[in-house]
């Protein structure tokens, strides 16, 4: 039999056939997301399938469907009060399951409570390859598609060829898997693996805890990749086995000899911490080539479903107990899910965040998506942990974003400019 990809196995598995890269399926869903920016255009289409009010079978079908309150949470105005109150009836009518205001971002919450190895999760928000982390075919669609893929529990896609990236050696201290994934962004485009899946592995990722591997994942749209899969292992199943999952364990990586479109090799211990420049992901440079500009920074956020998990807010904190901001720097956290949160609560990092002079935010998406909750003024300028630094994307086309790990962020709010 072909030696096959990650992507390749799952999909070949999930339909019942042997598949290859071009190949257009029909496939089986097994969990769908929507979100709140994401969510009513999606129901709206699910009920013009329906043509009425659900029967058993479709209530059986949004069984599978999760609802999450989190990119307006709460609600900043009317309108999105209005779109929470449309989500919360559906969710109601249907079974569908409501993650509501305060419990997290979507793709946190996907993976401490849904995602699982081997699985096919479609989601209406594009970084929802975060679950590819779990080995798991995740990626993110429009809400019509969504709507159909609840509706009948199926959905199409074109088996994606894949991009093999591997990570090598050990990272050097003060570097993360974030600064890895935007030297790769950097290194291969924004397009660089458009509608293909990234495949990580090696030593240096083998070695890297599910935080860690998360972030990797999450991040794999930003070079415009479908899906960003790492192979299942003892790592994986510790995870699961935290978050009450274990049984759902199951080994899956790819086959010895697969054949890749491409293979990327990295040496983990060559890299440095990274920032990516306005207004593009791969605008990604070393810290240490930016330093030298004395870049000042207005606000610094920490958190979002690229960095806002419990080890992330833990480095954050090393870094700044017993210090403050920068007194022209404002302090944002935003733990990613209500669980991050207690846990920061209960090992006093949430402590040494307001004595440093921080604000903690409704677990959530926050800033990131620019609807409330730290929107920049004018001409300001921000470092985040976040995944996008697009014009606008934290509510004013005039600020500019800068990116980089949450390390590199906490100095940089001590110190008042981007640093390390």
């Known amino acids: 039999m072909r030696k096959k990809t990650i992507a390749e196995k799952i999909i070949s598995e999930r339909v019942g056939k042997d598949v290859r890269a071009g190949d257009f399926v029909i496939a089986p869903v097994d969990v769908c997301m929507v979100q709140d920016g994401t969510g009513p255009l999606a129901v709206k289409q699910i009920r013009a399938l329906w043509g009425g009010k659900p029967g058993v079978k479709q209530k059986a079908a949004c069984r599978k469907l999760i609802i999450y309150l989190d990119h307006a949470a709460p609600a900043p105005n009317q309108e999105l009060a209005e779109s929470h109150k449309i989500l919360r009836q559906f969710a109601k009518e249907t079974g569908a399951v409501l993650s509501e205001v305060g419990e997290g971002v979507c793709h946190q919450r996907l993976i401490e409570d849904w995602v699982c190895p081997g699985q096919i999760v479609m989601g209406a928000d594009s970084h929802t390859c975060t679950g590819g982390a779990l080995a798991a075919f995740a990626s993110g669609m429009g809400s019509t598609d969504i709507a159909v893929a609840t509706a009948v529990s199926e959905t199409w896609l074109k088996v994606p060829s894949t991009i093999l990236v591997n990570v090598n050696g050990k990272l050097p201290p003060g570097v993360c898997s974030k600064d890895l994934i935007l030297y790769l962004i950097g290194r291969i485009s924004a397009e660089g693996a458009t509608y293909e899946a990234l495949e990580f592995a090696g030593s240096a990722v083998k070695g890297m805890s599910m935080s860690e591997r998360f972030t990797i994942s999450n991040m ?201």
Do not use: W
Not at 233 to 255: I, M, N, Q, Y
Not at 282 to 311: H, M, W, Y
Not at 326 to 346: C, M, N
Not at 367 to 377: D, E, K, R, Y
């Open 220 to 420: 794999a749209v930003e070079a415009g990749a479908k899906a960003g899969l790492i192979a299942s292992d003892g790592t994986t199943r510790k995870f699961l086995k935290e978050h009450g999952r274990e049984k759902k364990f199951r080994k899956v990586s790819a086959d010895r000899g697969a054949d890749y479109a491409k293979v990327i090799d990295i040496d983990a211990g060559s890299l440095e911490p990274m920032v990516s420049l306005p207004h593009f992901v791969d605008k990604a440079l070393p810290v240490s080539r930016v330093v030298k500009r004395k870049i000042k920074i207005d606000q610094v956020f920490i958190g979002t479903c690229t960095n806002g998990r419990i080890e992330d807010l833990r480095v954050a904190a090393g870094i700044l107990k017993g210090r403050r901001r920068y007194p022209g720097t404002r302090l944002l956290i935003g733990p990613a899910s209500r669980r991050v949160y207690l846990e920061a609560l209960q090992e006093g990092l949430i402590d040494i965040f307001m004595k440093a002079g921080a604000i903690i935010l409704t677990p959530g998406c926050g800033p990131c998506v620019g609807v409330h909750s730290g929107i920049l003024a004018d001409g300001e300028k921000c470092l985040s942990t976040a995944n996008r630094n697009f014009k606008g994307r934290m509510g004013n086309v005039k600020s500019e974003i800068y990116l980089s790990s949450p390390a590199t962020a906490a100095h940089s709010a001590i110190k008042g400019i981007i640093c390390h």
